[in-house]
């Protein structure tokens, strides 16, 4: 079985421009999940796909990021424009109905120079 | 703001001995509770989840749980170096749900031959 797939895999950036991340999760799955993950932190969720609605997007800054999901597969996660403090590994995951269970892909490392 | 308390570490244990992580949470509504793995550049990967006070054992692995004092634990028993990695305790509301799910910042576990 096919796990979560991410791309691109590193990108560096100066501050202020823009970033798009992309995101394939597991066949079936319904639910998706954007984390983002600060150096020695543990995962904070930024948005939660069920199909293509948003469950959950109160931790997501949106005056900077978006994401979107649409036909209820992939989904990609924008920033514009990026900060200094948005570097991180960009973590998307997936899960078959919504539980805690979640696949997590090999992640989205952001520098933001 | 619903908060999840880990020993930042490192902990250090000899090859076969018991390795014990622990968790604290601040939010009484929580119902399901998980530790992920999580190694070092890698993502996390889901070990054990848990709902119901008491121990749930996996093969080397065993979560306790004690709703009452806020607490879950990771027991690793006869620990192998492949040990070593960051355990994430996530910890969510309805059980199961992964709506709502606050991770720690992670236990470092070294398993010394």
């Known amino acids: 079985e096919a796990g979560v797939a991410q791309s691109p895999r590193y990108k560096i950036i100066e501050k202020r421009q823009s970033v798009a991340f992309w995101c394939n999760p597991i066949?079936?799955?319904?639910?998706l999940y954007w984390y983002q993950q600060i150096l020695g932190q543990g995962p904070k969720l930024l948005i939660q796909f069920q199909n293509n609605g948003v469950v959950d997007d109160s931790q997501l800054p949106k005056d900077r990021f978006s994401a979107e999901r649409l036909k209820g597969v992939d989904s990609t996660l924008k920033i514009q424009p990026a900060k200094l403090e948005d570097s991180a590994v960009y973590l998307c995951?997936?899960?078959?109905?919504?539980?805690?269970?979640?696949?997590f892909g090999e992640g989205s490392r952001l520098t933001v120079l | 703001q619903k908060e999840v308390e880990q020993n930042s570490g490192p902990l250090s244990v000899p090859e076969g001995a018991i390795a014990s992580l622990n968790c604290t949470y601040s939010?009484?509504?929580?119902?399901?509770f998980f530790w992920y793995r999580q190694y070092s550049g890698k993502s996390p990967e889901l070990i054990m989840f848990?709902?119901?006070?008491g121990d749930k054992e996996d093969g080397r692995f065993t979560a306790q749980l004690n709703k009452a004092s806020q607490y879950v634990s990771l027991l690793i028993r006869d620990s192998q170096p492949s040990d070593s990695a960051t355990y994430l305790c996530?910890?969510?509301?309805?059980?199961?749900?992964?709506?709502?799910?606050?991770f720690g910042s992670g236990t470092q576990l070294t398993v010394l031959p």
């Open positions: 066949s079936g799955h319904a639910t």
């Open positions: 939010d009484r509504g929580s119902q399901s």
């Open positions: 996530a910890v969510g509301g309805l059980s199961g749900s992964a709506r709502q799910l606050t």
């Open positions: 848990i709902y119901s006070n």
């Open positions: 995951a997936s899960s078959f109905s919504g539980s805690g269970e979640l696949f």
